[in-house]
């Protein structure tokens, strides 16, 4: 067959080191997938099943209601106006982020590459294969950000779109999104801002693309981390009037809705930042508590990071600390590899887990607490 044969998932590359964190007393602690464990807000799960929204086909672009509480959200949280007509429903980013580049490709035909961080969320390069287009990842400073003049103008020339990612999944690194911004606007490249984490930036305020105005840039947005609704499946996209209203109608025709009761949920879930503190509080406790335990069992220093819930720990080699943290600990974490080659000599730490089963990993490792069983 030479067809395209999809690469194994990066997470069930994980599946063969099952056994050996299940044969633990207490079983896996699961620190691999950046998958909410906390509850949502009840509110927001009595919005889901009272909106009365079943029986008819939900609007692709997302309902007024929904569209306009994504509208106040961005005005509270960035002081940023953006036009209802501007916004539009994704069914969780991931769908987004995995075939925008069909829909840009088909837009602009001459050119046929997309542009994305060479240490990052692995649908960046996916959605580029997925559309036969050419994945080319964009170098990293050693601070995190990405190498923006390091891109070839040749590149640049093909180029459907840039991905940025800020606070950044695996590093947590924040980048430069005016400088981003700037560097599409000046070579007429689409720039795609994924905000995923912005309301976990843990240095200075968080921030959007939008700020530096809407020209060119769509900021890329997602219930799931903010309200712990990732099995819910509701996001938006915001910005540049033409590619937000082409993006809008490609996507009715394919079908993309996100169900009613979501989007009611989802207004819930925007129209409140209680939560979000609540949320935000066990974060960072959960990161502090999880790179103490792991800098004492390693004994070396695990860095915090900027933005995001991951710790993302410099080793000497990926798979061999996850396999060690998986015998020793008990506990799944991920090779940096699954986010690019240039990852390969760090670990991603998703501490999504409740504080006591991080005590339990703590306790597998004998460091911390004295074990009391
Ligand atoms: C950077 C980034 N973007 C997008 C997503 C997708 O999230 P969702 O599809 O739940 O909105 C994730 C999930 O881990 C992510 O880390």
Redesign the pocket.
């Known amino acids: 067959m030479s067809g395209f044969v999809p690469p194994p998932y990066p997470y069930d590359r994980l599946n063969r080191l099952l056994p050996i964190t299940e044969a633990h007393a207490g079983g896996t602690v699961d620190l691999s997938?950046?998958?909410p464990f906390d509850p949502p807000p009840t509110r927001v799960i009595e919005a889901l099943a009272t909106s009365g929204t079943e029986r008819s086909y939900p609007p692709s672009i997302g309902t007024v209601a929904f569209r306009e509480a994504a509208q106040r959200w961005i005005r509270r949280r960035f002081d940023v106006d953006v036009p209802v007509a501007q916004i539009g429903a994704?069914?969780?980013?991931?769908?987004?982020?995995a075939t925008l580049p069909q829909w840009m490709h088909l837009r602009t035909p001459e050119r046929d590459t997309v542009l994305y961080p060479a240490i990052?969320?692995p649908?960046y390069e996916m959605g580029a294969i997925l559309a036969g287009c050419r994945p080319v990842a964009v170098g990293m400073l050693p601070d995190g950000r990405m190498d923006l003049e390091s891109i070839d103008a040749a590149d640049a020339e093909r180029a459907v779109l840039l991905w940025v990612?800020s606070p950044?999944?695996?590093t947590g690194a924040l980048d430069d999104l005016d400088a981003a911004a700037r560097w599409g606007r000046a070579r007429g490249v689409p720039v795609f801002s994924?905000e995923?984490?912005v309301e976990f930036t843990w240095s200075g305020r968080g921030r959007t693309v939008l700020e530096s105005g809407m020209d060119g840039v769509v900021a890329?947005h997602?219930?799931?981390?903010r309200s712990n609704l990732?099995g819910v499946?509701?996001?938006f996209y915001a910005g540049d009037a033409d590619i937000v209203s082409y993006l809008q109608e490609i996507r009715k025709h394919v079908g993309m809705m996100v169900p009613g009761p979501a989007q009611a949920a989802a207004i819930a879930a925007l129209d409140d930042d209680e939560h979000v503190e609540v949320q935000r509080a066990r974060y960072r406790s959960r990161l502090e508590l999880l790179a103490g335990v792991l800098s004492q069992w390693s004994g070396e220093p695990v860095p915090l990071p900027q933005g995001?819930f991951y710790l993302w720990i410099p080793v000497s080699d990926g798979w061999e600390y996850t396999e060690r943290l998986a015998r020793d600990g008990g506990a799944l974490v991920s090779p940096g590899e699954f986010y690019g080659p240039a990852g390969s000599s760090h670990v991603r730490v998703a501490v999504v887990q409740p504080d006591e089963r991080v005590q339990l990993v703590a306790d597998r490792l004998a460091v911390g607490r004295r074990r009391t069983t």
């Open positions: 997938i950046g998958t994704t069914i969780g980013s991931k769908e987004f982020v990052s969320y649908s990612n950044g999944n695996p994924d995923c984490y890329v997602s219930l799931s981390k990732a499946r509701v996001g995001a």
